[in-house]
């Protein structure tokens, strides 16, 4: 359970006619995959029935969730899109003429929020690391990239586009996208947990909310129940009918040429919703997941650390869309409830042997992106391990850093990462670590609130080195520090 004093109504699952075997068949594949999930919820008929985290995650966590943000910039358009604010057919220079650079490319006269929010701006490429480099204001920099296309023709994934929307709700209603939202969307549904990433004072809107399993899965089934929650209508019925419907094409025909995405990365875009071969969905990067089947009158939420994402989609279609079809008994549901009760994430092997010493730091390759500054953790030189009586003290120090984490043994230490200034939070992390039967001391260090985990190797053997790397990088390539948020108010 969330600490929402709101939460959603939960059932046995087969009194909802969902089949647990159904869904611990999904946990035995997940165990067999290279998928790490860190939460699952599963709703039917508006009724959670099969939720789980995996420790050290619990259920309380907010998350980083990457692009599934823009689902919540989707929703802010779409309100204030109804209350008159600004209109799907506005062209996005009108709005900001103050940073459209002299000799913008005439095509984007012809640029709308609409093309802003179903990712046909006409670009063929990704503009996010060109716009950044143009230095000063990201969306500046963004009209300063010419489109090859004409608005409206060719889909292109590209993250200044719905940074523009975000931006243009925060100017037409004087205030931040999150202040828009509280008031009409956050509060009713008790969602007060949420923080933003910012770029210089405005959310970051393509990515950077931080929100609770539990406020995805509202998020969710409000979306499915065509913007109603309970007597009120939170969003538009007509905008929920249009941000979760085909409003671009984005098969190998309707995009410039190049690698295909995966089978449901092409079955159409909305409004920051992507279409499903079941349904629809909003998505983030390694595994951050709403799934809306209407069919089914279903949501599935995920967060996770995972690459393979169409693999994932699968393993949850396989076997949760036959099980909503399923009668299921009440001895399947409590074994469900008893698996999910106790699932957890292994711990590193431990021979048992003793670990400590001091270490020059093997950097890692740097991130590539607009929010990069090297390394996976920029400036750090030296490692040095402590042992405590149930684990170890990690301190990492060198050029701007100076940051001390225990680590666990046989369990997850709770720990720090300092704020980089005032007003930001210290970054959680969870952390454990063990020493295998070579000496090799192997770490785990969680960004618990994201779904990154940095990994620490130790030698002892003379001349060794303390490689840092990221299982799976960050999106942005500043560290930990660079993970800091905003402190709510």
């Given amino acids: 359970m969330t600490s929402s004093s709101f939460s959603l109504p939960r059932s046995a699952p087969s009194a909802q006619g969902v089949d647990a075997a159904g869904v611990g068949r999904l946990l035995d594949a997940l165990e067999a995959s290279d998928h790490e999930l860190h939460s699952l919820m599963v709703l039917r008929h508006g009724h959670v029935v099969a939720e789980g985290w995996w420790a050290p995650y619990p259920a309380d966590l907010k998350h980083l ?6 689902t919540f910039t989707s929703a802010a358009a779409g309100l204030a899109i109804a209350e008159g604010r600004f209109g799907l057919d506005d062209r996005m220079v009108d709005h900001f003429p103050e940073l459209v650079p002299d000799g913008a490319d005439e095509k984007y006269d012809r640029y709308l929020v609409r093309h802003a929010l179903s990712m046909s701006s006409g670009h063929e490429e990704e503009t996010l690391d060109r716009a950044a480099a143009h230095g000063g204001d990201l969306l500046a920099g963004f009209f300063a990239v010419p489109p090859e296309h004409e608005p409206g023709t060719l889909f292109c994934y590209n993250q200044p586009t719905i940074y523009g929307v975000g931006r243009l709700v925060a100017k037409t209603t004087g205030g931040g996208i999150l202040d828009y939202l509280r008031p009409r969307l956050l509060d009713p549904l008790d969602i007060d947990e949420a923080q933003w990433m910012m770029i210089g004072d405005v959310e970051m809107a ?5 929100v609770r399993t539990e406020s995805l899965a509202k998020t969710g089934q409000l979306v499915l129940d065509r913007g109603r929650f309970g007597d ?7 905008w929920v009918a249009q941000a979760t419907s085909l409003q671009t094409e984005n098969d190998a025909a309707h995009r410039a040429p190049g690698a295909a995405d995966p089978v449901d990365w092409q079955q159409g875009y909305g409004f920051q919703y992507w279409m499903n071969r079941h349904g629809f969905r909003g998505d983030g990067a390694y595994g951050q997941f709403i799934i809306v089947w209407p069919a089914q009158d279903a949501v599935v939420v995920t967060t996770a650390e995972t690459v393979d994402m169409q693999g994932l989609l699968d393993l949850l279609t396989t076997h949760l869309v036959p099980a909503m079809s399923g009668v299921g008994t009440t001895e399947a549901d409590a074994a469900l409830a ?17 670990f400590e010493g001091a270490f020059d730091v093997e950097v890692g390759a740097t991130v590539p992106g607009p929010f990069s500054s090297g390394g996976p953790v920029p400036g750090a030189e030296r490692l040095e391990v402590s042992p405590i009586a149930d684990g170890w003290l990690a301190r990492l120090r060198g050029d701007g850093v100076d940051v001390t984490l225990p680590i666990g043994r046989g369990a997850w230490a709770a720990g720090e990462w300092p704020a980089p200034e005032a007003g930001l939070d210290a970054v959680p992390f969870r952390s454990t ?18 779904p990154h985990t940095l990994l620490v190797d130790v030698d002892v053997e003379p001349g060794g080195v303390a490689r840092l790397a990221w299982r799976y990088p960050p999106l942005r390539g500043d560290g930990p520090a660079g993970h800091a948020l905003p402190t709510l108010a």
């Fill in 65 to 70: 969730v990457y692009s599934l943000s823009k």
């Fill in 206 to 210: 393509f990515s950077g909310i931080h």
């Fill in 232 to 238: 009120a209508q939170l969003l538009p019925e007509a």
């Fill in 338 to 354: 008893e698996r999910l009760a106790g699932l957890a994430l292994p711990l590193p092997g431990d021979a048992g042997g003793t």
């Fill in 433 to 450: 670590a063990g020493v295998d039967a070579d000496g090799v001391w192997h770490a785990e260090l969680r960004m618990i609130q994201t």
